[in-house]
C-alpha cells in the first residue's frame, strides 16, 4: 500500500474518532496532490457562489471552439438564446422561478450569454471589446445571483445536508441519510432515509440534539413521519425564523372556487392551516381583540375571489367590519330586520334548491358560477334578535345539500347567544381565537375539547387560533394572515368584477316571495296599486333614459330602485338582452339610443 494511501486510512480512522487528523508532509510525499485536492474540494463546496465565473470559462471556452470549428452558427445561437429568453420569461414559474423579478434576471442571462456566444462565434475572442463586455457583463449580472436570498438559504441548506453523515454519527443515528430537500420561505424540509433498525420515535427523541448539531433555535426542528408513511423515512422540517413571530401579510387568495380548502395562515410548524368550508358551516369565537375580525377577513378576501359563491353578510356593528368588502357582498344586513329578512331569503333559496334537486333527481348541489353556494357570513352573531334563531337553525341543519353556508363570528358562543336552536352542534369547522376563561374552550370548540389539549385560553398573540374541522383534528396553533385596509381595499375592489349573481331557482324563490297575493275577489274590483317591483321598475327605467353619456353606475341604481343587488342584474341583464339598455362601461348603463 503506498504510503499516502496508508496516510489516507490513518485520517480516515482518527476521523471516525472524532479527531482532526494532521496533514504531514514529508519529502518523499507529493504537497501538489494535497493542495490539488483541498482546491478541488473548495471549487466544489463554493460550486453556487462561483457558478458566475464557471459560466465566464465556459462562454470563453465555447466561443474560442465554435469560431475555430462553427464561425456560421451565430445566427441560429442568436435565435436559439431569443426564444430560450423568451420561454423563460413568460413560462419561468413552471421552472421554479415563481417570482417575475426572477423570470426576468433569468431571460437578461439567457439574452446576454447567447448574444455574447453569438458575437465570438462571428468575430472571435480578439475581437475587441468582446473581453471587457465580457468581464463588465458577467460581474453586472453577477450581482444580482450573489446577493439572491433563496439561492443563499438553498446554498445553507445544502451545506447542512452535506454535514449530515458527521450530526447523524454524532447523535447516534449513524447511517441515516438525506434524500431530497426543498427551501421556502420559512427555513426548509427534507426527506431522509433511516439506517437498518432506527425508527421515527429515535429520531423525535433527538430533536434537541439536532438543533443544536444544526445551530438552530429551540423548537425550529421538527419531525413527521413521511406521506408513504415508510417507517424507515421521516421528514425533518427546520425553521430559520418562527413564522408567529410577527404579522403575516395575507399572500392573496389561496382559491378560486369553494370546493378548495381556505388557507388561513401558517401553523407553528409552517404548514398551511387550509379548511374546507362546502358544505360545512362555521363558527369563529374569541375575546375582543383576539383577532376575529381579521380571520373573518382572511375568509372574505378568499370567498371574495370564488366565482360559485355568492356572500350575503350580516354585520350588526352597522357595518363597521364588513362594508369595506361591500363591493363583493350581494346583499348587506347592518339592522337587526335587515338581518332577519335576509336569513328568512336564505332559508327561502334552501327550500327552492331542496325542491329543485329532488325533481332533477340530484342529492346535492354542486358549486359553479352559475349554480353559486350561498355563504352568509354573520359578525357578532350574539346580537342577532331571538326571532331570527329558527331560521338559522334551519339553515344549520339543512343548509349543507344545498350548499347554504352559515359562518359565525362571535365572543362567546353561550347557549343564549347562539339563540335555543342546534346552530352550535351543527358547526363542522371551529376556529377559536384566544378565550378569556378556560371553560370558554368548550364553548367554541366543544365539550371535552380543553380536557383534549387544545388550550386557547394560552394563545399569546393576536391572530393566534386554533382550528378543529374533520381534517383537524389534533391542536396546533396557526396565526391568521393580516389583511390592511389596503389590502382588503385593493382586494374587494379586485374581485368585485368576478361575483357571479344567484341562480335562477334562488332568484325565482326570492321572486316569487316578493310577489304580492293575489287579491282577494272582493277586492278585485278596486283600482290596482302599482307593486314594489313595479315601482322600481319604474324607476330603473327613468333613470336609465335621463342617464349621462358615461352612464349610471350600479351603486347608484341600486340605491334609486331599492331592488337587491341580484335583482337589479337580472333586470339590467334583460335590459341590455333585448335591446332596451346599453352597457357603457364597467357596472355602468343607461337607456339604449334606439328603444326597439
Ligand atoms: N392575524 C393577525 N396578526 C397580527 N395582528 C393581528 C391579527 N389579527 C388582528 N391583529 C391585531 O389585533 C387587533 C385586534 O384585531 P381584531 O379587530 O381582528 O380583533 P377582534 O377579535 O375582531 O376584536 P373585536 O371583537 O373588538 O372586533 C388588530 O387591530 C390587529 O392589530
Known amino acids: 500500500m503506498s504510503r499516502s494511501r496508508q496516510m489516507r486510512r490513518h485520517a480516515q480512522k482518527m476521523r471516525r474518532n472524532g479527531l482532526q487528523p494532521l496533514v504531514i508532509i514529508d519529502r518523499d ?98 475581437f475587441s471589446p468582446l473581453l471587457q463586455v465580457l468581464a463588465v457583463g458577467g460581474f453586472v449580472l453577477a450581482v ?121 395562515g401558517p401553523f407553528e410548524d409552517a404548514t398551511s392551516a387550509r379548511v374546507l368550508l362546502l358544505r360545512r358551516h362555521g363558527l369563529i369565537g374569541g375575546v375582543a381583540g383576539s383577532g376575529k375580525s381579521g380571520g373573518i377577513n382572511v375568509l372574505m378576501g378568499n370567498l371574495s375571489a370564488c366565482r360559485d359563491v355568492v356572500v350575503w353578510a350580516i354585520d350588526l356593528k352597522r357595518g363597521m367590519e364588513l362594508q369595506p368588502w361591500a363591493s363583493c357582498i350581494d346583499r348587506l344586513a347592518t339592522t337587526p330586520e335587515q338581518a332577519r329578512a335576509m336569513l328568512r331569503d336564505a332559508v327561502m333559496i334552501l327550500e327552492a334548491r331542496a325542491a329543485w334537486l ?11 358560477p352559475e349554480l353559486p353556494a350561498l355563504v352568509i357570513v354573520v359578525d357578532e352573531y350574539a346580537e342577532l334578535a331571538d326571532d331570527a334563531a329558527s331560521d338559522t337553525d334551519s339553515i344549520a341543519r339543512r343548509g349543507r345539500a344545498v350548499a347554504v353556508t352559515l359562518i359565525a363570528a362571535t365572543q362567546r358562543p353561550t347557549q343564549k347567544a347562539m339563540g335555543k336552536g342546534a346552530v352550535r352542534s351543527q358547526m363542522d369547522v371551529r376556529v377559536s381565537f384566544r378565550v378569556r376563561e378556560r371553560k370558554d374552550v368548550d364553548l367554541i370548540l366543544g365539550q371535552g375539547m380543553l380536557n383534549a389539549g387544545w388550550h386557547a385560553h394560552t394563545l ?45 331557482v334562488s332568484q325565482r324563490a326570492l321572486d316569487d316571495a316578493a310577489t304580492p297575493l293575489v287579491q282577494p275577489v272582493s277586492a278585485a274590483s278596486a283600482p290596482l296599486r302599482p307593486s314594489r317591483e313595479d315601482r322600481a321598475e319604474t324607476v330603473l327605467r327613468e333613470a336609465l333614459d335621463g342617464a349621462p353619456d358615461e352612464g349610471l353606475p350600479i351603486a347608484h341604481l341600486l340605491m334609486i330602485s331599492e331592488m337587491s343587488r341580484p335583482t337589479l342584474y337580472r333586470r339590467l341583464n334583460e335590459l341590455v338582452k333585448t335591446g332596451r339598455a346599453v352597457q357603457v362601461g364597467r357596472g355602468r348603463y343607461k337607456a339604449s339610443d334606439h328603444t326597439p
Open 358 to 368: 329532488t325533481a332533477n333527481g340530484r342529492r346535492v348541489w354542486d358549486p359553479a
Open 460 to 504: 399569546n398573540a393576536p391572530g393566534k387560533f386554533l382550528l378543529s374541522a374533520p381534517e383537524h383534528d389534533t391542536p396546533r396553533r396557526g396565526r391568521a394572515y393580516l389583511l390592511t385596509d389596503d389590502a382588503v381595499s385593493e382586494a374587494a375592489q379586485r374581485h368585485a368584477a368576478l361575483r357571479p349573481v344567484l341562480d335562477e
Open 29 to 126: 510525499d507529493q504537497f501538489p496532490d494535497v493542495a490539488a485536492v483541498l482546491v478541488a474540494r473548495a471549487l466544489w463546496r463554493y460550486r453556487s457562489e462561483l457558478a458566475p465565473l464557471y459560466l465566464v470559462t465556459a462562454l470563453v471556452v465555447s466561443g474560442l471552439v465554435l469560431h475555430a470549428a462553427r464561425p456560421h452558427w451565430w445566427p441560429y445561437l442568436l435565435a436559439l438564446a431569443t426564444v430560450a429568453a423568451w420561454v423563460l420569461a413568460m413560462f419561468g414559474d413552471r421552472f421554479g422561478l415563481t417570482l417575475r423579478m426572477e423570470r426576468l434576471y433569468g431571460a437578461a442571462v439567457v439574452v446576454g450569454v447567447g448574444g455574447w456566444l453569438a458575437a465570438v462565434t462571428a468575430l472571435g475572442i480578439a
Open 144 to 264: 444580482p445571483w450573489w446577493v439572491h436570498r433563496r439561492r443563499r438559504a438553498k446554498v445553507r441548506v445544502d451545506r447542512q445536508i452535506a454535514a449530515w453523515p458527521e450530526i447523524a454519527q454524532s447523535i447516534g443515528l449513524a447511517g441515516s441519510r438525506a434524500q431530497s430537500a426543498v427551501v421556502d420561505v420559512w427555513g426548509w424540509r427534507a426527506r431522509f432515509a433511516l439506517a437498518r433498525g432506527q425508527t421515527i420515535q429515535d429520531v423525535t427523541t433527538k430533536v434537541p440534539a439536532i438543533e443544536s448539531a444544526l445551530g438552530t433555535f429551540r423548537g425550529a426542528v421538527r419531525v413527521f413521519p413521511t406521506r408513504d408513511d415508510k417507517a424507515n423515512r421521516f421528514e425533518l422540517r427546520v425553521l430559520n425564523t418562527d413564522p408567529h413571530a410577527d404579522a403575516i401579510p395575507w399572500p392573496g387568495p389561496s382559491v378560486s372556487s369553494i370546493t378548495e380548502p381556505i388557507d388561513l
